[in-house]
């Protein structure tokens, strides 16, 4: 495997050196910090939801001058939900344990069905100023066969997420995002929450698996500053960096894009934005793109959130397509207290977990469903499609992922899923059907539906 390029490891280091030294140092009584602690199960969610008096929600948020707002929700690498932003969680623990069976645990068209066994150990600290907060996630994930015909896989992945305020207009938000182990692995961990709007959907990549890739990297690092020059109006500037390598196809590259962007909210619940971005991919793939456009982000009323983003990009030769477009699109909607949707779709100048490329599709959509105050049900969907890729041709693949969970006492959890993909990766044809019981025991968790 080729090594990883300084460029990565200095954004990186050089990110993570200036977020700690501009954090402010507070203590957890100074004043404004918000002390609200979450509940360990979804069964004490539901009583607090029906006994608690509704609250209005905010529409799009501005940065206040004085504290430091952020986003709203922040998703949990251990899939148990989303914790309030602005909330001072501290330690977040979790295990979860499971066993089942696997129909082609290498992904490969020379894998035959095996039992196996999983162990997923997750620990998080979520801490809030009035100035700052950050949060560092980690969980690996340990797969096993009984069978004893395959080896042990492991895949670990870590996140740090982060965001203040440098003064009464200006502010900044960082984020990285990493995973390492063997791509088999990674299928069977748990799927990590993300927020859309307030409802916990699925990241990209769930549909996103080549046959035969052994060990995957994937690194993902982003910085961003807003500056308010009016009261509604807004100026942003981001970097951001995507890093693959795939030891299966001895193949790695990565992104680096730049945008400027001005964001105008013309009312509580509407904000417009225009934006440009200039996107160099290097590696095994070496060519630039650049490109605009234009967003809106609309809350339509207390329940549902739309976020739309579309321009034309132009590439140069070495991207394949000289003339391409850029979108992402995201929504969430609260039908009702028992049920609640999410959409997401994006088509961006990044590489992922198919390795070193230029524009990939990836979609998801899901639901999730309070059948009893202490049974649920999610489903979700994914898809990814790309036609640039160094590894194979084109690649399109499906995915599906359904549990239902129960929630027992003392902060246990009781799941029974299954999982599955199907793809065809430059004409080669591949799946994997995986179904579990798994029991996790969770302090602190995240929501699935958020407190009225």
């Known amino acids: 495997m080729r090594r990883i390029p300084v460029g990565i490891i200095l954004f990186i280091g050089t990110s993570t050196t200036c977020m700690f030294a501009q954090m402010p140092i507070n203590s957890s009584g100074d004043q404004g910090d918000s002390v609200t602690r979450q509940p360990s199960s979804h069964t004490e969610e539901t009583v607090q939801e029906e006994n608690s008096e509704e609250q209005p929600r905010p529409g799009v948020q501005l940065f206040s001058p004085i ?16 914790i309030p932003a602005e909330s001072d969680t501290g ?20 894998s035959v069905s095996s039992s196996i066994y999983d162990i997923n150990p997750y620990i998080a600290f979520h801490k809030v100023s009035t100035k700052s907060q950050f949060i560092v996630q980690y969980q690996p994930t340990f797969l096993g066969y009984s ?19 440098l003064s009464e207009r200006l502010s900044w938000k ?10 088999g692995a990674r299928f069977a961990a748990p799927l990590e929450s993300v927020a859309v709007g307030e409802v916990p959907g699925t990241a990209t990549g769930t549909a996103s698996y080549l046959p035969d890739s052994g060990f995957v990297t994937q690194v993902f690092g982003s910085l ?10 807004t100026i942003g500037f981001d970097l951001s960096n995507s890093y693959s390598s795939i030891s299966g196809f001895d193949l790695q590259g990565g992104a680096a894009t730049a945008g400027l962007r001005y964001s105008y909210a013309s009312s509580s619940t509407l904000s417009l934005m225009i934006y440009g971005q200039t996107s160099h991919f290097y590696g095994d793939l070496n060519c630039e ?22 321009g034309p990009q132009m590439n140069t030769g070495g991207c394949g397509l ?4 850029s979108y992402a699109v995201k929504g969430s909607t609260r039908l009702s207290n028992k049920a609640q949707f999410y959409l997401r779709a994006n088509r961006l100048p990044m590489v992922s977990y198919l390795g070193p490329g230029t524009w990939q599709l990836d979609a998801s959509i899901g639901m999730q469903y309070r059948m009893t105050r202490s049974a649920l049900l999610r489903a979700d969907i994914g898809y990814a499609s790309s036609s640039a890729l160094a590894a194979v041709s084109s690649y399109h693949g499906f995915s599906i992922n359904t549990s239902y969970d129960v929630q027992l006492n003392h902060g246990f959890l009781l799941s029974y899923s299954y999982r599955g993909y199907f793809a065809d990766s430059g004409g080669t044809r591949s799946s994997r059907n995986l179904a579990q019981v798994s029991l996790k025991w969770t302090t602190n968790s995240g929501k699935i539906f958020q407190s009225r």
């Open 147 to 165: 069978s004893g015909t395959y080896e042990g896989q492991t895949m670990h992945k870590a996140s740090l997420r982060a965001g203040g305020g």
């Open 322 to 325: 000289r003339q391409g477009y």
């Open 91 to 110: 330690l977040i623990f979790s295990a979860e344990v499971g066993g089942g069976w696997d129909s082609n645990p290498t992904g490969s068209s020379r």
């Open 67 to 82: 504290e430091y707002t952020g986003d709203q929700f922040i998703g949990l690498l251990n899939g148990s939900g989303l």
């Open 224 to 233: 961003e500053t807003d500056y308010r020059n009016s009261e509604r109006g």
């Open 174 to 183: 960082m984020y990285i995002d990493s995973s390492y182990g063997t791509n």
């Open 289 to 310: 793109s650049v490109g605009a456009g234009a967003g809106v982000a609309w809350q339509l009323g207390i329940d549902t959130a739309l976020v739309l983003e579309a």
